[in-house]
């Protein structure tokens, strides 16, 4: 099991949740290819949109386990099923910046999520975890 921040505006964010898969990269084959089934994604997003103007979020929105074939339907966009935790709340990345342990130069954070994909440690998966969801669900993960 591996785990992965998926950069993604919140809104289609919503849009995998509701339909119940990952893309990435406006649906590029290659970040696809790097999950495994039971690889845990954890999405950051910049904006609501991604319109430059759209409001800001700056925090990580959604999280879920990969399951199934990958990657599923192409030509089209590269996607991989995705089943998504109830999280109660976004999570700023100001409320856990200072104790993640990937963002190594933390006045230059957001440089780090200019990649649509890149993997974590468990450490800092388990730290986002305990502030997103309920605690029933965190203790799955232990």
Not at 17 to 45: C, M, T, V
Not at 47 to 69: C, D, Q, Y
């Amino acid at each position: 099991m591996k785990f992965w921040i998926g950069v993604v505006s919140n809104d289609h964010v919503k849009i995998g949740i509701k339909e119940g898969f990952a893309q990435f990269g406006h649906g590029k084959l290659s970040p696809i290819k790097r999950l495994g089934n039971g690889d845990i994604i954890i999405y950051y997003s910049p904006r609501e949109e991604m319109n430059v103007k759209s409001l800001a979020i700056k925090g990580f929105t959604a999280i879920g386990v990969v399951e199934g074939k990958i990657p599923y339907n192409p030509p089209g966009p590269a996607r991989v099923k995705v089943k998504y935790l109830k999280t109660k709340k976004y999570l700023h990345i100001h409320d856990v910046l200072d104790n993640l342990t990937f963002i190594k130069n933390k006045k230059r954070w957001g440089i780090l999520f200019r990649r649509s994909l890149f993997e974590i440690n468990k450490q800092d998966f388990m730290l986002i975890l305990k502030n997103m969801v309920d605690e029933e669900i965190y203790k799955q993960f232990e």
